[in-house]
Nanobody
Framework: QVQLVESGGGLVQAGGSLRLSCVAS????????MGWFRQAPGKEREFVGGIIWSGGSTNYADSAKGRFTISRERAKNTVYLQMNNLKPEDTAVYSCAARARFYRGTPDRYDYWGQGTQVTVSA
């Protein structure tokens, strides 16, 4: 089992920045990668980006490219989501997720989820 706890959400004006953190505990050695997702009211959960736990390579949704950066500190079992130039449409609950392996055919399938942290961007 892996437990995930996010922090860093809050209220920010458009154009501002926030850095979210996700601390993993438990069987972290079993993690293959971690992802960030978001869900806005009335909308489906959407993939933001992910990072391979061992190698550190990242991938992003088109909506995040150029504005969001994912990084990790393995010694702290922590993954970060740096969000710059935030827009009102980025308002959502942001959650991190982890998995032990990549599930071919269901790329958004993750084994473990955090509780989420609210990000609100005002115009």
């Amino acid at each position: 089992q892996v437990q995930l706890v996010e922090s860093g959400g809050g209220l920010v004006q458009a154009g501002g920045s926030l850095r979210l953190s996700c601390v993993a505990s438990g069987r972290t050695f079993s993690m293959y990668d971690m992802g960030w997702f978001r869900q806005a009211p009335g909308k489906e959960r959407e993939f933001v980006g992910g990072i391979i736990w061992s190698g550190g390579s990242t991938n992003y949704a088109d909506s995040a490219k150029g504005r969001f950066t994912i990084s990790r500190e393995r010694a702290k079992n922590t993954v970060y989501l740096q969000m710059n130039n935030l827009k009102p449409e980025d308002t959502a609950v942001y959650s991190c997720a982890a998995r032990a392996r990549f599930y071919r055919g269901t790329p958004d399938r993750y084994d473990y989820w955090g509780q989420g942290t609210q990000v609100t961007v005002s115009a």
